[in-house]
């Protein structure tokens, strides 16, 4: 009886183990996200965008927050959603360094 409770105890801990360390190495999308929200700000504050250019990646940012929202609404975010929500950051990071770098005179 105690070597059947002592596998099923390890079994237990091995799944929990499993499962922390999947999330531990998941892509968190959200704290990405916050990221480049930040510098969007910081490069606005800093007068390297002008406030066309910030609302447009502001409104992007939006969208980008629904995404990851409705991906983790049902508790699984497939690859399909995780591809959309990288392709959307990666995007979004483009645009800020193009925008940052364009050579309009304000």
Do not use: H, W
């Not at 930040?38 to 502001?58: G, I, M, R, W």
């Not at 929202?69 to 392709?87: C, L, Y």
Request: charged share 30%.
């Amino acid at each position: 009886m105690d070597k059947m409770k002592s596998t099923y105890v390890f079994s237990a801990l091995t799944s929990c183990f499993i499962t922390l360390s999947s999330d531990l190495f998941a892509q968190n999308f959200k704290s990405e996200q916050r990221k480049l929200d930040a510098t969007v700000n910081t490069a606005y504050k800093s007068k390297k965008l002008t406030a066309l250019e910030y609302s447009k990646l502001q409104r992007e940012q939006e969208i980008i927050k629904g995404t990851i929202e409705k991906a983790e609404a049902d508790g699984v975010v497939t690859p399909d959603e995780k591809n959309r929500i990288n392709s959307k950051l990666v995007r979004s990071r483009k645009r800020l360094a193009k925008y940052k770098t364009n050579s309009e005179v304000y």
